[in-house]
Each structure stands twice: as C-alpha cells, then as structure tokens.
C-alpha cells in the first residue's frame, strides 16, 4: 500500500509508547490518522500534535468500539489500515502465597489484548472489506496487531499477559486467510524490550539491565523502531499471516 493522504489509519492505544510513535510516523507520511485510546488527555495531546482525530474509546466495550470506527470514518473515510496497540501488562503467577491466580485478573488481560485487539479486527475488517481496492492486486486494506515475546517466551508472572499475546500471534494467518479474498493483509509484530512509558517508569538500573539482555544492539527498542517496521509492513504487500519478533535476538530467561 501506498501512504498518502488517501489513506485512513486507525491506532488504538495511541496515547502513548509504540502506538503514539506509529500515529507519529503515519502522520507525518500523509496518511489521516484517528488515535482510539481510554487516556484522553495524553490521546488529544498526540492528536493535536499531529493533527488527527482522538476518539475516546474502550476496546473491551462493543458499543465504544463501534462509535469510535463511526467517528473515525464520518472524519477520515473508511480506515484502510488499523494497528492494535492497547494493551496491559500485569503481573501475577499461576498461584502465589496459598492463593490461585485471580480469574478475573485473568480475563480482564485477555479482554483488553486478545478480544480488544479481535473486536477492531472485526469491525476494521468489515468496513474495508466494502471497499474498492487500492491497486490493481486488489488490495483494500492492512492490519498490524501487537503480541510480545511473551507470546513465546513469557517469563514468571507472565501467565496471562503471554496467553493474550500468544492469541493474538495464534490467529494472525487464520485472519489472514479470512481475509484474503477482501485483500487485506494481517500481520503481527512481537516486540522485545521498548522504551515506553511502561518501561520509562522502572529504576535506571533495572532499565539499563534490561537493555544489556539484549544480543544485538544491546539497549532497549525505541517506539520509533516499532513504528518502522508498521510502516514498512503497510508498504510491503508480500508480509502476510506472520508475527515478527522485533527484539535484537532476545530470548527472555524464565525471571
Ligand atoms: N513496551 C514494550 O516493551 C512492549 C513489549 C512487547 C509488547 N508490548 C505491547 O505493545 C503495546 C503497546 O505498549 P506500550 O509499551 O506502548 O504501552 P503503553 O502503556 O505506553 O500504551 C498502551 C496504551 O493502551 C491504552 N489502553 C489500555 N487499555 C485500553 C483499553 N481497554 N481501551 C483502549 N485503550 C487502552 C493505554 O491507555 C495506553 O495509552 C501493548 O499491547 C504491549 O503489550 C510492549
């Protein structure tokens, strides 16, 4: 796909870390982005600064999900690419201090990143699906979503994030097989350690550790790194039905 101000993008979890960086880049490479996230101070900050649209939008809620592809599309036209950022990350075992893991902390994670990021699928799939394609290979539109490589080597207190991530990694190609006959493509990037607010707010020490696990180069990813390889997946049709590890060769140890 060609960026231009042709093109629609929408970015959940925009405020903020790997989603606000891709908004950046999308933007400042024509393509008219709409930023959906629950942080709305940080999500019309970013907006503003790159002159899109903010939509106050909670991926576990279907009625908000639905209003904000409604906002986005009466401001920009029918999105031709969506990028899953919105996520959490706590941290609990499978059982801990006599106590077993809380199922509802549990299905919380799973709703926010695997049924969250499977919800805008749904309803990005469907508006693009109407659409008449971009080039003459028939290609109508992009999906990017956001495991982790705790989708592969999640480590102790992981348990629920590294199901949410593996889910998301697990139906990447089954989407892309859905959707291939509309010519919209599915990938997945699982990143490694990123510099995000999320990671921003641990002891210099601990960051700086964490950077040093990494082979090559050894330091922590920067969002605009992340926001690289979304653009270069929008441009490269041939990238379809894979999730790749976006990590400087690092394989998480179990702690
Ligand atoms: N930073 C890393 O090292 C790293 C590594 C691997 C994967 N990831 C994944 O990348 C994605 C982005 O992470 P980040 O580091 O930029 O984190 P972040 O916390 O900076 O950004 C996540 C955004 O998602 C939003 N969000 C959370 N729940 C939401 C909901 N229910 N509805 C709408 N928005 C919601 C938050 O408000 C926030 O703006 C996440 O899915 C995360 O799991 C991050």
Do not use: W
């Amino acid at each position: 796909m060609q960026l231009s101000s042709a093109i629609a993008a929408v970015v959940t979890g925009g405020a903020s870390g790997l989603g606000a960086a891709t908004a950046r880049l999308l933007a400042a490479s024509g393509v008219k982005v709409a930023l959906f996230d629950r942080n709305a101070e940080q999500g019309e900050a970013v907006a503003k600064e790159i002159g899109g649209l903010f939509v106050s939008v909670d991926v576990t809620n279907e009625e908000s999900v639905k209003a904000g592809f409604a906002a986005a599309r009466a401001a920009h036209g029918v999105e031709r690419i969506l990028v899953n950022c919105a996520g959490i990350a706590p941290a609990a075992k499978t059982t801990s201090r006599g106590e077993p893991h809380s199922l509802e902390l549990f299905e919380k994670v799973i709703a926010v990143n695997l049924s969250g990021t499977f919800r805008c699928i749904a309803h990005a799939a469907t508006g693009m699906s109407a659409q008449d394609p971009l080039n003459a290979d028939g290609e109508r539109g992009v999906i990017v979503s956001t495991a982790s490589v705790a989708a592969f080597d999640g480590q102790v207190g992981q348990v629920a994030y590294a199901a949410s991530k593996a889910g998301i990694a697990g139906m990447t190609l089954p989407i892309a097989r859905d959707l291939s006959k509309s010519g919209i493509r599915v990938m997945t990037i699982a990143p490694g350690i990123f510099e995000t607010p999320m990671l921003l707010g641990l002891p210099e020490d601990v960051q700086k550790s964490l950077g040093e696990q990494v082979p090559f180069p050894s330091r922590l990813g920067k969002a605009a790194e992340y926001a690289q390889l979304v653009k270069a997946i929008c441009e490269n049709e041939m990238l379809n039905g894979e999730t790749i590890r976006l990590d400087g060769a690092i394989r998480m140890a179990p702690r």
